[in-house]
């Protein structure tokens, strides 16, 4: 678990780790879990499985509608750091809400690192949810254990 450390990170060094901006920014963007099989700094032939969920404010994005909307800026963000789009964004369902889900990779040395952001907007905020690992097989396992259930409702 690295939340904190996500939020605090500065991102002057270059490494495989996934990388969010520093802190809150202006729109509001906050890393709300990172974990990662083992330590970023702790050096290995495969790549760092890893999850990453992150909220921003959708009122910095005037006009998103709807998820897929979200990955423009998504993409950006991903083409920045060496990704290519392996699937264009879809929309399918998991449990009782809809998401919109983008693949990409990159060639790291001899290896290729994968990843899959799922996002959804809620609550007035961009939801989403990062997996990344060495092997499709490896992201779909993580992709796999996200799930969403009904809301405990709650007497007044």
């Known amino acids: 678990m690295r939340t904190e450390e996500m939020n605090t990170l500065d991102n002057a060094s270059d490494t ?11 729109s509001g963007a906050r890393v709300l879990l990172a974990a990662f099989s083992r330590p ?11 999850i990453l969920i992150a909220a921003e404010s959708a009122a910095a994005y005037p006009g998103l509608k709807d ?29 009782t809400k809809t998401v919109v889900r983008g693949d990409f990779q990159k060639n790291v040395g001899s290896r290729v690192m994968r990843q899959s952001t799922l ?17 499709e097989d490896e992201v779909e396992e993580l992709v796999q254990g996200l799930s969403f259930g009904m809301a405990a409702k709650t007497s007044r």
């Open 119 to 135: 996002v959804v907007l809620a609550s007035g905020y961009a939801v989403s949810f990062t997996f990344i690992g060495g092997t």
């Open 16 to 26: 495989d780790e996934p990388k969010v901006e520093a802190g809150k920014n202006a």
């Open 40 to 50: 970023p700094e702790a050096r290995a032939e495969d790549v760092n499985a890893s």
């Open 67 to 95: 998820a897929a909307q979200y990955f423009g800026p998504v993409g950006e963000i991903a083409r920045a750091r060496g990704f290519e789009v392996v699937e264009e964004p879809y929309e399918f369902a998991i449990g």
